[in-house]
């Protein structure tokens, strides 16, 4: 069985930086769209940003010009680099992405999610 494993999230202080990672935890034949969402504390979860395999690129309005959504398409990784972080940044970040498996394990398209990290951000 295949999982998303992310990792990067913590504690930060305001205008801080933290840079998320997120990849499957053992090898699959491809991967598609690749995004990052968060659920902040009392409220449902929200898109964050998305890149597709080509490098589009989609985000949040509350994210432009703070956060970069990029992948390494080699190593089925994307990244999520948050910069000039704020309070209402503080969220339950989720790596999401649409993987399709090896042979051996089945093959087939399916849709993933990581079990989360948690970035708080305060002073």
């Known amino acids: 069985q295949v999982q998303l494993v992310e990792s990067g999230g913590g504690l930060v202080q305001p205008g801080g930086s933290l840079r998320l990672s997120c990849a499957p935890s053992?090898?699959?034949?491809?991967?598609?769209?690749m995004g990052w969402y968060r659920q902040p504390p009392g409220s449902q979860r929200e898109l964050v940003a998305t890149?597709?395999?080509?490098?589009?690129?989609n985000y949040a309005d509350s994210v432009k010009g703070r956060f970069t959504i990029s992948r390494d398409n080699a190593k089925n990784t994307a990244f999520l680099q948050m910069n000039l972080l704020k309070p209402e940044d503080t969220a339950v970040y989720y790596c999401?992405?649409?993987?399709?498996?090896?042979?051996?394990?089945?093959?087939?398209?399916?849709?993933?999610w990581g079990r989360g990290t948690q970035v708080t951000v305060s002073s």
């Open positions: 999401n992405a649409v993987m399709t498996l090896t042979v051996d394990y089945g093959g087939g398209e399916y849709e993933y």
């Open positions: 053992r090898s699959v034949f491809s991967v598609a769209d």
């Open positions: 890149i597709s395999t080509d490098g589009i690129t």
